[in-house]
T-cell receptor
Framework: LAKTTQPISMDSYEGQEVNITCSHNNIATNDYITWYQQFPSQGPRFIIQGYKTKVTNEVASLFIPADRKSSTLSLPRVSLSDTAVYYCLVGSRNSGNTPLVFGKGTRLSVIA | SAVISQKPSRDICQRGTSLTIQCQVDSQVTMMFWYRQQPGQSLTLIATANQGSEATYESGFVIDKFPISRPNLTFSTLTVSNMSPEDSSIYLC?????????????FGDGTRLSIL
């Protein structure tokens, strides 16, 4: 499974856009990139998944360059409630049915 | 998405004792997994709970320490046996819907376990 590298932590003010970049140099051709969010005292929650280019949903956008060796999770106009740990995972598209390999994640702190 | 209930949500136990954690899903799911998250750390997969057969354990985890049951498609248990302070962690259950395609894995909110 491809290993991922993310910043350990990030700080942001409310209302700003936050971009969290994940490196996955050994990503395989069939691998997808999936991001999870974890609040304190809760289990991880799926945010977004993509294969290439750009994916957008109601929560975030995911940017994946052509070489797919990295990806960037973009959170528009963050609020205090976006304070959480964000995990980037690389693996099967059918990530719901395969064991997930979590890296260390990025701890995002949103400041008023 | 599936609703996952874990019981207990937290417990404080004496060393040498065992605790069974329950994971109940409101719909039938193909895959169920158990993870451990030590304080301030990321998640580590313990095992895949297989319905009707023995669980598949990851390296470093053994059945004698973490026996797992999965009697049907909506329920699983994880037992932490002969506990020591090093077992103090959050134990999380997750499920896969079994539908081909990018169906995400869903997690329960975990069981926070402290061993004295």
């Amino acid at each position: 499974l491809a290993k991922t590298t993310q910043p350990i932590s990030m700080d942001s003010y409310e209302g700003q856009e936050v971009n969290i970049t994940c490196s996955h140099n050994n990503i395989a051709t069939n691998d997808y990139i999936t991001w999870y969010q974890q609040f304190p005292s809760q289990g991880p929650r799926f945010i977004i998944q993509g294969y290439k280019t750009k994916v957008t949903n109601e929560v975030a956008s995911l940017f994946i360059p052509a070489d797919r060796k990295s990806s960037t999770l973009s959170l528009p106009r963050v609020s205090l409630s976006d304070t959480a740990v964000y995990y980037c995972l690389v693996g099967s598209r059918n990530s719901g049915n395969t064991p997930l390999v979590f890296g260390k994640g990025t701890r995002l702190s949103v400041i008023a | 998405s599936a609703v996952i209930s874990q019981k207990p949500s937290r417990d404080i136990c004496q060393r040498g004792t065992s605790l069974t954690i329950q994971c109940q899903v409101d719909s039938q799911v193909t895959m169920m997994f158990w993870y451990r998250q030590q304080p301030g750390q990321s998640l580590t997969l313990i095992a895949t709970a297989n319905q009707g057969s023995e669980a598949t354990y990851e390296s470093g985890f053994v059945i004698d320490k973490f026996p797992i049951s999965r009697p049907n498609l909506t329920f699983s248990t994880l037992t932490v046996s002969n506990m020591s302070p090093e077992d103090s962690s959050i134990y999380l259950c997750s499920v896969g819907q079994g539908v081909p395609g990018n169906q995400p894995q869903h997690f329960g909110d975990g069981t926070r376990l402290s061993i004295l």
